[in-house]
């Protein structure tokens, strides 16, 4: 018998109901992995220590009989951006260190409702800003499959926990391409959802017309069930849509319809030799295993996506993030330094005679506020706070915001044509395998331009997901993204299912041995 840690979510809930496992069986194993392989991996930012409690619970309401879930009991990992009241949510910032919500988000609280364990808060890149996890304030997440390789951002945590058995399945959110980034990164399946599909009441706003939580796993099942789970229309969140949620684990089951999938041939072009060789390899099961058809498409307007992306995305921040201020809550700079080093430069002004100096000086409170947000903000987020409060300033707003808004408009008509001539949107989700930790963060161009292929889905609103589709000879998972149209969530984990019962890449486990050493066989992996 395989050991718990290695068995889906699904797996899991029907042991539970069968009554061969308990909760608390369960949660122990995942947390004792927790603690063996964490201090590495740095999946993990904090460790829920209700957990085992919470289990218990579960299994003393399954004993007395009443009617539960057959998940209640699964344990989850949540990204540390998704508000819980019972548990810190940082953020992965020295803002937000020691904040807890006085609420949990929505999908917290379904997944309470249904009985789900939460196991911890995983690591992410600060604020969600970054495509590496190494913007954490807390230090980065580490690949499993190679200890020096990123996880990818900014879901690296959630991708980290579920890729290296730490979690049985995880919840990330994605702005522009942070679940399907670190899910190609770590071998696992992450679907960013339809704007609009899962409510984001309680998630820490990054840039909102963008942001949408979704599920990581390593089956399509694992992650329909908890989209299933999430999904659905929410009074407090007035960008939810109002819809029915289907039953996304009977349809995934059901045979595939004759399939139109289209491909971009500027994406491969632009690929490192063994991603084109995995994505192509990826489009002949689909043809040949799955009875598709693969027709060329075009997205004419995908050249200008990370610019457009990164004139909205910093925009938006700007203008979510000037809530941290110090003052309502979260990190606030020492006021007696402040106001020290205010009376010293008021002094050294005086001596010199400047007294026009000394009356212009900056009042205490916005002392405060400056050195609140110095001190608190970390590089990469006071980077896009400045590029997007530069944006919006007067004189810029029409030749930069303005008109990226208009270009966003053309990238959402580009997949609107496309999807007229095809059923979904084959393609890589990044040109190369997971780089290595330090590579990129002296250029932030480079790390921006790692998003290539992820942020037309975000300035669209369309849902996609990356699943795993070949390893490098280095052993590095490879990951194949999927566009479908607005709400076509069911196909992508229909056409999903049906790829992963041809190939066996998401069955693949990283090598993690004792002392977190981390060794590989020729193929970088172990079944």
């Given at each position: 018998?395989?050991?718990?840690?290695?068995?889906?979510?699904?797996?899991?809930?029907?042991?539970?109901?069968?009554?061969?496992?308990?909760?608390?069986?369960?949660?122990?194993?995942?947390?004792?992995?927790?603690?063996?392989?964490?201090?590495?991996?740095?999946?993990?930012?904090?460790?829920?220590?209700?957990?085992?409690?919470?289990?218990?619970?579960?299994?003393?309401r399954r004993r007395r009989g009443e009617?539960?879930?057959?998940?209640?009991?699964?344990?989850?990992?949540?990204?540390?951006?998704?508000?819980?009241?019972?548990?810190?949510?940082?953020?992965?910032?020295?803002?937000?260190?020691?904040?807890?919500?006085?609420?949990?988000?929505?999908?917290?609280?379904?997944?309470?409702?249904?009985?789900?364990?939460?196991?911890?808060?995983?690591?992410?890149?600060?604020?969600?800003?970054?495509?590496?996890?190494?913007?954490?304030?807390?230090?980065?997440?580490?690949?499993?499959?190679?200890?020096?390789?990123?996880?990818?951002?900014?879901?690296?945590?959630?991708?980290?926990?579920?890729?290296?058995?730490?979690?049985?399945?995880?919840?990330?959110?994605?702005?522009?391409?942070?679940?399907?980034?670190?899910?190609?990164?770590?071998?696992?399946?992450?679907?960013?959802?339809?704007?609009?599909?899962?409510?984001?009441?309680?998630?820490?706003?990054?840039?909102?017309?963008?942001?949408?939580?979704?599920?990581?796993?390593?089956?399509?099942?694992?992650?329909?069930?908890?989209?299933?789970?999430?999904?659905?229309?929410?009074?407090?969140?007035?960008?939810?849509?109002?819809?029915?949620?289907?039953?996304?684990?009977?349809?995934?089951?059901?045979?595939?319809?004759?399939?139109?999938?289209?491909?971009?041939?500027?994406?491969?072009?632009?690929?490192?030799?063994?991603?084109?060789?995995?994505?192509?390899?990826?489009?002949?099961?689909?043809?040949?295993?799955?009875?598709?058809?693969?027709?060329?498409?075009?997205?004419?307007?995908?050249?200008?996506?990370?610019?457009?992306?990164?004139?909205?995305?910093?925009?938006?921040?700007?203008?979510?993030?000037?809530?941290?201020?110090?003052?309502?809550?979260?990190?606030?700079?020492?006021?007696?330094?402040?106001?020290?080093?205010?009376?010293?430069?008021?002094?050294?002004?005086?001596?010199?005679?400047?007294?026009?100096?000394?009356?212009?000086?900056?009042?205490?409170?916005?002392?405060?506020?400056?050195?609140?947000?110095?001190?608190?903000?970390?590089?990469?987020?006071?980077?896009?706070?400045?590029?997007?409060?530069?944006?919006?300033?007067?004189?810029?707003?029409?030749?930069?915001?303005?008109k990226a808004l208009k270009v966003r408009?053309?990238?959402?008509?580009?997949?609107?044509?496309?999807?007229?001539?095809?059923?979904?949107?084959?393609?890589?989700?990044?040109?190369?395998?997971?780089?290595?930790?330090?590579?990129?963060?002296?250029?932030?161009?480079?790390?921006?331009?790692?998003?290539?292929?992820?942020?037309?889905?975000?300035?669209?609103?369309?849902?996609?997901?990356?699943?795993?589709?070949?390893?490098?000879?280095?052993?590095?998972?490879?990951?194949?993204?999927?566009?479908?149209?607005?709400?076509?969530?069911?196909?992508?984990?229909?056409?999903?299912?049906?790829?992963?019962?041809?190939?066996?890449?998401?069955?693949?486990?990283?090598?993690?041995?004792?002392?977190?050493?981390?060794?590989?066989?020729?193929?970088?992996?172990?079944?």
């Amino acid at each position: 018998m395989a050991p718990i840690w290695k068995a889906s979510a699904w797996e899991l809930s029907q042991q539970l109901a069968q009554g061969t496992l308990s909760s608390e069986e369960i949660t122990r194993e995942f947390l004792q992995r927790i603690e063996q392989y964490n201090d590495s991996l740095g999946a993990f930012i904090h460790v829920n220590p209700q957990a085992l409690e919470q289990a218990r619970q579960v299994d003393q309401r399954r004993r007395r009989g009443e009617e539960l879930p057959p998940w209640a009991g699964v344990p989850i990992a949540l990204k540390d951006n998704l508000c819980t009241s019972d548990q810190p949510t940082t953020c992965a910032s020295r803002m937000l260190q020691d904040y807890i919500s006085p609420f949990d988000a929505t999908v917290v609280k379904r997944l309470r409702s249904q009985g789900l364990v939460v196991l911890g808060k995983t690591n992410l890149d600060e604020f969600a800003m970054g495509s590496s996890n190494e913007t954490s304030f807390f230090g980065p997440a580490r690949n499993p499959w190679a200890e020096d390789r990123s996880p990818g951002g900014s879901s690296g945590g959630s991708a980290v926990a579920v890729a290296s058995g730490l979690a049985p399945w995880s919840l990330g959110s994605d702005t522009g391409g942070s679940i399907r980034l670190p899910a190609a990164f770590c071998g696992v399946l992450g679907l960013k959802p339809t704007y609009g599909r899962v409510s984001r009441w309680g998630l820490v706003a990054f840039a909102s017309s963008l942001d949408q939580i979704g599920p990581l796993a390593r089956s399509a099942l694992d992650a329909a069930l908890l989209l299933e789970l999430i999904a659905g229309p929410d009074e407090r969140d007035s960008t939810c849509v109002n819809q029915p949620v289907p039953r996304y684990c009977q349809v995934i089951q059901q045979p595939l319809p004759k399939l139109r999938i289209g491909w971009v041939p500027e994406q491969l072009e632009a690929l490192e030799p063994e991603v084109q060789q995995a994505v192509q390899q990826a489009l002949k099961v689909l043809r040949q295993q799955l009875g598709a058809e693969l027709r060329e498409v075009r997205l004419p307007h995908a050249r200008f996506a990370v610019a457009t992306y990164y004139i909205i995305a910093p925009s938006e921040a700007s203008s979510n993030l000037a809530r941290y201020d110090g003052i309502h809550f979260g990190y606030r700079a020492n006021e007696q330094e402040v106001l020290a080093a205010l009376r010293q430069e008021a002094q050294r002004l005086a001596q010199a005679g400047d007294h026009q100096a000394v009356q212009e000086l900056d009042s205490p409170l916005v002392r405060l506020y400056r050195a609140t947000r110095s001190q608190g903000f970390g590089t990469e987020v006071k980077r896009r706070i400045m590029l997007g409060t530069y944006a919006l300033s007067a004189g810029y707003y029409d030749q930069y915001y303005l008109k990226a808004l208009k270009v966003r408009r053309l990238i959402r008509q580009d997949y609107l044509d496309a999807f007229e001539q095809v059923d979904l949107i084959a393609g890589p989700v990044a040109s190369s395998a997971a780089f290595a930790l330090g590579e990129k963060t002296q250029d932030p161009l480079s790390m921006y331009l790692v998003d290539l292929f992820t942020v037309g889905a975000n300035l669209a609103g369309i849902p996609a997901l990356s699943l795993p589709c070949g390893f490098t000879g280095e052993g590095l998972p490879l990951g194949l993204q999927l566009q479908g149209p607005l709400f076509s969530e069911a196909l992508l984990l229909q056409v999903a299912h049906h790829f992963q019962l041809h190939t066996d890449y998401h069955i693949r486990w990283p090598q993690l041995t004792e002392g977190n050493q981390r060794t590989h066989d020729r193929n970088g992996c172990q079944q």
